[in-house]
């Protein structure tokens, strides 16, 4: 907030009126108008709905024209959204990051600027699929299907929201703005826009700078005529919750180069400083939530996060979430796995099994149809099966670290510039509060540079929807940030293809780009 | 030394205002800079920005055409796999004035005849060189007005003496054929003659040196229409001159060889000259001058000239059609796959490695993977459908059974639908194709 200034898109103000007289007899409108246009401290055009006018004479009277406004804020204007007796309590917003898997929700006191509850849980929409592509082929494929798959996720949204006001003992009136962030596809199908051509070659979405609409035009169980903003999209692949972890890193406003990844399945970079941007998505797959890997899991209670391996003996020394037998592995065990298998020799650079490895471990179990090492045997794990990583695992692992790897090298690639001028690397996602910037490196998914240059910041995309909430200048930057981000479609030349193959190595094919790591292995 | 998009993008308005056709100055500016775009695209450039700009992404090596669609230089790189060669070499076959009427018009319809058909793309001999070796003006004039009646193609009339020129151009002058040489001897005249008639002309010199000086002395007549010719004979020391000409024109952005390379063969035979015509293609010549007509030994070298000037930034794939391994007979089982080198091969070495010799239909996805191919709507069952029954795999086989990848089950039902074969949800890695040949 501290760069941009603290402006909500929404504000409460207390005004007492005059009350009306035979010789001051201007309407009740023109009074209350005439009294804020005082208060307020910026003069724009002011206005107030129909709905409000309905009710606005009794409500004047009730309150003895001593009353509480809350009005929308925007650049063109102030927007009155409900009239209520003189009052204390302060107005809310609530910023929301709808995840393609998780959905988290943050109720925001518009007049401290201090988020006061939040509530996450998971996407409904995953009963018709479990990644954007099943759910735009879903929500594509008959008429009525679109508007289910918006009720699903507005549903989710009305959830957390009842449970939030009901801990806070709020009314949905009392929500007189939302901020959503999401990928491309999650904003269409959150706005109930078809979302057909986000997926077919040459992948456009239907627009990147969305008009703010009203809450009950959606569903969203808030102030009716709350406005509901949503993040724009920079192309089919690089969303609003990119834009807005972006803003949230603060690299519109960095002299410094920056590069931000949000290490997750659809693996969007941004690189750029305050005066040019250039964004890719990298579609590294689900491997670092756990999904395509046999033992994979979320990083939750049970889930191995940390692997040691004796180099001589091959004993296992694990770590596991929640301090309980392991019943499965997480993202950041899987790296330090692959770093650690590495190490003691029992794959190769290419991620081969070795079928000869001296120590003769029983760990090892190579047989002509399957290749695996076994992490902890089943009478220490908290289910009845050995808990093992598999080539299979390794290769697909191997494939997703690849894959961001080419993608950062491709947009340094586009802009021509070389590792060292990165002054800082920010890291988002769900997945980048467990990373290990040592193992990450080690095994190549994130560049050879020194570890303090490194930072995490978890869910950027709910900070950056926060931010624009409180900031009419950030929202303004967000906007902008959009218009000007450049998009790389990797599909198009041979550069990713050339990087995501050299990169298909431990750490990569050209050494000389992991100058810490080329001596140990 | 060529500028960079964030280079570029310095002298831009950063409007981001997408009036250009891409969505951001940025991305603007990287399209100039590799030679994708135009500046004149843009309507809020500067004045300023635009002189900056122009002189530093002026092409490196200038566009000349002639005749009937030849385009000869506008170059940027000493190696294919840096970007792209644009503009294939243009093939001449030359014919002489001293012939006979009639063997000049066998040869010509020859020439004409020069036409393949390879593996859907069509090759032809781009033009005729008419050499002056008769001596005579007149006779001259009349063999170029004879070849130009019998060939469409494009023209190139070549002879030191500018009575020569002066004799035959005038008639062929629309077609805009190529003209040459102007020497040190002779280019004034021969200059003058092309810009009257403004057709490109070949300025020529024994030598690197000799040939800048002869260019700067040529451009100092306002023309710029020029084709090089550094006037060796001899193959080594024409690989060595047309390397240097085109790495000082690319490389030291050095602007008198700022212009296209014609080269002419000196072997005799037609074997040895087609090996020496391929050097010169392979090695920058923008124009070959040959003496061989024969079909047999031209296809070769336009094969070559076709594969050079293909576009390398396309991804990596192997060809869409049917693949077998091993000795297969007509119970050997089917896979489906796409034709993304990386994902075939993995199919390919595990097929081998179970020893049942199979059939393979790599599936036509602009070189994408299964999923990514699935995703972009590539990977659709009517396509599969469709390739199926294109690849004649029926014919080849008494069962119809498809195995189609673990990843995309859900397109089975469909595809059995439209394909009439029964379809089996083969594993979801290709390294389960073993154990799962052995459970079959």
């Known amino acids: 907030i501290a760069s941009y200034g603290f402006h909500p898109l929404a504000c409460k103000v207390n005004i007492q009126c005059t009350e009306p007289t035979l010789t001051d007899n201007a309407s009740d409108w023109a009074r209350l108008s005439l009294e804020l246009k005082r208060t307020l401290p910026v003069d724009k055009p002011l206005g107030i709905s129909l709905s409000v006018l309905q009710t606005l004479p009794e409500i004047l009277r009730q309150a003895h024209w001593d009353l509480s406004i809350t009005l929308t804020d925007l650049e063109s204007g102030y927007t009155v959204l409900r009239v209520e007796p003189a009052n204390t309590r302060p107005a809310y917003g609530i910023a929301i990051d709808i995840g393609t898997t998780t959905v988290v929700v943050y109720l925001v006191d518009l007049t401290t600027g201090k988020i006061v509850d939040k509530q996450g849980s998971y996407n409904k929409q995953a009963q018709y699929g479990d990644d954007v592509i099943s759910r735009i082929v879903y929500a594509v494929d008959a008429p009525e299907n679109l508007k289910e798959i918006q009720n699903a996720v507005v549903g989710t949204l009305n959830v957390l929201i009842d449970d939030i006001l009901k801990r806070q003992a709020l009314q949905p009136q009392d929500i007189a703005a939302a901020m959503v962030a999401g990928n491309t596809t999650m904003s269409q199908l959150f706005l109930g826009i078809d979302p057909r051509y986000i997926r077919l070659e040459p992948y456009i979405p239907?627009?990147?700078?969305?008009?703010?609409?009203?809450?009950?035009?959606?569903?969203?169980?808030?102030?009716?005529?709350?406005?509901v903003h949503t993040f724009p999209s920079v192309a089919s692949y690089v969303g609003g919750d990119i834009v807005s972890g972006t803003l949230a890193t603060d690299l519109t406003n960095s002299e410094e180069i920056i590069l931000f990844i949000d290490i997750g399945t659809n693996g969007e970079i941004v690189l750029g400083n305050h005066d040019w941007l250039v964004s890719c998505a990298c579609s590294a797959g689900p491997c670092f939530e756990g999904g395509g890997i046999l033992f994979g899991m979320r990083a939750m209670p049970g889930a191995i996060e940390r692997v040691d391996i004796d180099t001589e003996s091959l004993e296992v020394k694990l770590k596991v979430i929640g301090k309980i037998p392991p019943i499965g592995i997480c993202g950041s065990g899987l790296v330090d796995c692959i770093a650690k298998l590495r190490k003691a020799g029992i794959i190769d650079r290419a991620g081969n099994f070795q079928t000869e490895h001296p120590s003769q471990s029983p760990r090892i179990r190579i047989t002509a149809d399957n290749k695996e090492f076994v992490l902890a045997w089943a009478h220490q794990a908290g289910g009845d099966k050995d808990v093992v990583i598999t080539e299979n695992d390794v290769k697909n692992l191997i494939r997703a670290k690849g894959a961001i790897y080419a993608g950062i090298r491709s947009l340094m690639q586009a802009v021509a510039i070389e590792i060292d001028m990165i002054d800082r690397i920010v890291i988002g996602g769900g997945f980048g509060n467990y990373l290990n910037i040592h193992d990450s490196v080690e095994i190549g998914l994130l560049p050879d540079l020194p570890q303090e240059k490194f930072e995490f910041i978890g869910n950027s995309s709910v900070k950056g929807a926060r931010l624009t909430l409180l900031s009419q200048r950030a929202w303004n930057e967000a906007l902008e940030l959009a218009r000007k981000m450049t998009y790389i479609e990797l599909s198009v030349g041979t550069t990713f293809m050339d990087e995501f193959v050299s990169a298909l190595f431990l750490p990569h094919t050209d050494l000389s780009l992991f100058p810490s790591v080329e001596g140990k292995v | 030394m060529a500028l960079t998009g964030l280079e570029i993008y310095k002298q831009l308005p950063k409007k981001n205002c997408g009036e250009c056709g891409t969505p951001t100055c940025l991305a603007f500016a990287m399209a100039l800079a590799s030679g994708k775009g135009a500046l004149d695209a843009c309507p809020y450039v500067t004045?300023?920005?635009?002189e900056n700009l122009d002189s530093a992404s002026a092409p490196p090596i200038k566009s000349i055409k002639f005749g009937n669609g030849s385009v000869l230089g506008d170059e940027t790189v000493l190696f294919r796999h840096d970007k792209t060669f644009y503009h294939p070499t243009?093939?001449?076959?030359?014919?002489?004035?001293?012939?006979?009427?009639?063997?000049?018009?066998?040869?010509?319809?020859?020439?004409?005849?020069?036409?393949?058909?390879?593996?859907?793309?069509?090759?032809?001999?781009?033009?005729?060189?008419?050499?002056?070796?008769?001596?005579?003006?007149?006779?001259?004039?009349?063999?170029?007005?004879?070849?130009?009646?019998?060939?469409?193609?494009?023209?190139?009339?070549l002879s030191e003496n500018v009575e020569a020129l002066k004799a035959a151009l005038p008639s062929v002058a629309a077609r805009k054929p190529l003209i040459g040489s102007a020497t040190e001897a002779n280019y004034e005249s021969v200059v003058n003659l092309a810009k009257e008639h403004s057709v490109p002309v070949i300025i020529k010199a024994e030598g690197i040196e000799a040939l800048n000086t002869l260019v700067e002395s040529a451009q100092k007549l306002g023309y710029k229409e020029f084709v090089l010719d550094p006037g060796t004979r001899n193959p080594s020391q024409t690989l060595a001159n047309l390397t240097h000409l085109r790495r000082l024109a690319i490389k030291k952005k050095y602007r008198p060889f700022g212009y296209p390379v014609i080269a002419f063969t000196s072997k005799a035979e037609p074997l040895a000259e087609i090996a020496e015509a391929s050097v010169y293609v392979s090695k920058y010549a923008s124009a070959v001058v040959l003496k061989a007509s024969a079909k047999a030994h031209v296809l070769p070298l336009m094969a070559l000239r076709q594969n050079l000037y293909t576009d390398p930034q396309k991804p990596i794939q192997v060809e869409p059609i049917l693949h077998s391994v091993g000795e297969v007979n007509e119970n050997s089982p089917v896979y489906v796959t796409t034709n993304f080198s990386l994902t075939y091969y993995s199919v390919e070495g595990e097929v081998e490695a179970s020893k049942i010799p199979s059939y393979i239909l790599p599936i036509d996805t602009d070189g994408t993977s299964v999923l990514t191919a699935y995703a972009a709507g590539k990977y659709e069952p009517e396509k599969i459908a469709d390739a199926l029954e294109k690849s004649g795999v029926a014919e080849k086989v008494n069962h119809r059974n498809l195995i189609i990848p673990g990843y995309v089950a859900v397109i089975s039902g469909k595809l059995q639908e439209v394909s009439g074969w029964k379809v089996i949800v083969g594993p979801r890695d290709s390294s389960g194709i073993i154990t799962f040949t052995r459970a079959m």
């Open chain 2, 90 to 157: 243009t093939l001449l076959v030359e014919i002489s004035d001293a012939l006979s009427d009639d063997d000049i018009q066998a040869k010509l319809d020859e020439i004409n005849g020069l036409e393949f058909d390879r593996v859907g793309l069509h090759y032809s001999i781009d033009g005729v060189a008419i050499l002056e070796t008769s001596g005579d003006p007149d006779r001259f004039a009349k063999v170029v007005a004879q070849i130009a009646a019998g060939t469409d193609r494009s023209l190139l009339l």
């Open chain 1, 206 to 227: 239907t627009m990147n700078a969305i008009p703010a609409a009203q809450a009950r035009e959606i569903g969203l169980r808030l102030h009716p005529e709350a406005l």
């Open chain 2, 47 to 50: 004045d300023e920005a635009r």
